[in-house]
T-cell receptor, first 114, second 114 residues
Framework: QKEVEQNSGPLSVPEGAIASLNCTYSDRVSQSFFWYRQYSGKSPELIMSIYSNGDKEDGRFTAQLNKASQYVSLLIRDSQPSDSATYLC??????????????FGKGTKLSVKP | NAGVTQTPKFQVLKTGQSMTLQCAQDMNHNSMYWYRQDPGMGLRLIYYSASEGTTDKGEVPNGYNVSRLNKREFSLRLESAAPSQTSVYFCASIFLSGSVYEQYFGPGTRLTVT
């Protein structure tokens, strides 16, 4: 069974700080990795995808991937109260047909305090 | 462009009743998925459809059936609802182009079975 592990939190950071969210995965052949944000009572929203080792930046968000360590992280700079949500890490697995499927972690709840 | 839509938003069923959850997407995606999300369990795949005319079981298919009515619509049916099926159900459609794989979620259906 392929697994994606996240610290459930809650992770609490002050406004303006950097929030660091971490994720590990078990499937060594995975090539595609994603971060979703889910506000309470809402559906998951794709915020970042990363396919290569290293960093990928998009505005205040940076995704980091280390395939050798099977580790993905998401950094949120200048955290805002509106970033308070649950962040889901997802890894593409080849289970689920030729195009694969996503295996989701259980999510880390982030709280940004004003 | 509505993206992925789901109906109904909320539903309460009695044990043994049946119902169909509807999902439609207007993004011309080939693949569509049904998930359930439970506290502490994360998102789990119920069924998926890689293309019009095909459906396959996911991680937790028992108690459910699906129909891929056409490219736009993918429905999930509970034939005889059980309290264990109380959950939030999300439909998703997948954009796939080369190595790019993006999964977009509908707003969800909150189902309670008493």
């Amino acid at each position: 069974q392929k697994e994606v592990e996240q610290n459930s939190g809650p992770l609490s950071v002050p406004e303006g700080a950097i929030a660091s969210l971490n994720c590990t995965y078990s499937d060594r052949v995975s090539q595609s990795f994603f971060w979703y944000r889910q506000y309470s009572g809402k559906s998951p929203e794709l915020i970042m995808s990363i396919y290569s080792n290293g960093d990928k930046e998009d505005g205040r968000f940076t995704a980091q991937l280390n395939k050798a360590s099977q580790y993905v992280s998401l950094l949120i700079r200048d955290s805002q109260p509106s970033d308070s949500a649950t962040y889901l890490c997802a890894v593409k697995s080849w289970y689920g047909g030729s195009q694969g499927n996503l295996i989701f972690g259980k999510g880390t709840k982030l709280s940004v305090k004003p | 462009n509505a993206g992925v839509t789901q109906t109904p938003k909320f539903q309460v069923l009695k044990t043994g009743q049946s119902m169909t959850l509807q999902c439609a997407q207007d993004m011309n995606h080939n693949s569509m998925y049904w998930y359930r999300q439970d506290p502490g369990m994360g998102l789990r795949l119920i069924y998926y459809s890689a293309s019009e005319g095909t459906t396959d079981k996911g991680e937790v298919p028992n108690g459910y059936n699906v129909s891929r009515l056409n490219k736009r619509e993918f429905s999930l049916r509970l034939e005889s609802a059980a309290p264990s099926q109380t959950s939030v159900y999300f439909c998703a459609s997948i954009f796939l182009s080369g190595s790019v794989y993006e999964q977009y979620f509908g707003p969800g259906t909150r189902l309670t079975v008493t």
